[in-house]
């Protein structure tokens, strides 16, 4: 592809990616293709369906993957969420968290901003932090 080499990472909706591609549906093989074309990290949403994380393993041959599910919440408008969980989740990854941890963090994220009106109403770093610890003593 003539992208290739110039991104570090690719972020995506589903539908943008399904329109990159030319197909309908993305399923293993599309993603991976993803990574092989463009950039050697990936990062897909698919709305309430949650999030993948595709990453190219430049050493040895073969593809890594992350599935995120999403967490459900009430939702009063979904605008931004997906713009919600991007940044949430390169913030986790710039202070050098997990893949997991990180989209994990940006799914509960995106989980709050799904509650709220308007697409530029963002959780608070300490609204999530507070979500996180709420969900961590209802498992206990």
């Known amino acids: 592809s ?9 972020a995506l909706n589903n539908y943008e990616a399904a329109a990159l591609l030319q197909v309908d549906e993305l399923g293993q093989c599309e993603r991976r293709q993803l990574v092989e074309r463009y950039a050697p990290e990936v990062l897909l949403t698919f709305n309430s ?9 430049l050493d040895t041959p073969g593809v890594f993957e992350h599935y995120q599910p ?7 408008d979904d605008t931004g969420a997906g713009d919600c969980f991007l940044g949430y989740y390169l913030a986790c990854r710039k202070t050098h968290q997990e893949v997991s941890a990180s ?5 509960i994220a995106a989980s709050l901003k799904v509650q ?3 697409g530029s109403n963002m959780p608070s770093l300490q609204e999530v932090e507070a979500e996180i610890q709420k969900q961590i003593a209802t498992a206990s």
């Not at 989209?103 to 799914?107: E, K, P, S």
């Open 2 to 10: 003539e992208f290739k080499g110039y991104f570090e990472i690719l």
């Open 49 to 57: 369906h949650g999030a993948w994380y595709i990453e190219k393993n």
């Open 70 to 76: 999403s967490y459900k919440s009430e939702v009063l």
């Open 103 to 107: 989209m994990n963090f940006a799914a």
């Open 116 to 118: 709220r009106m308007g």
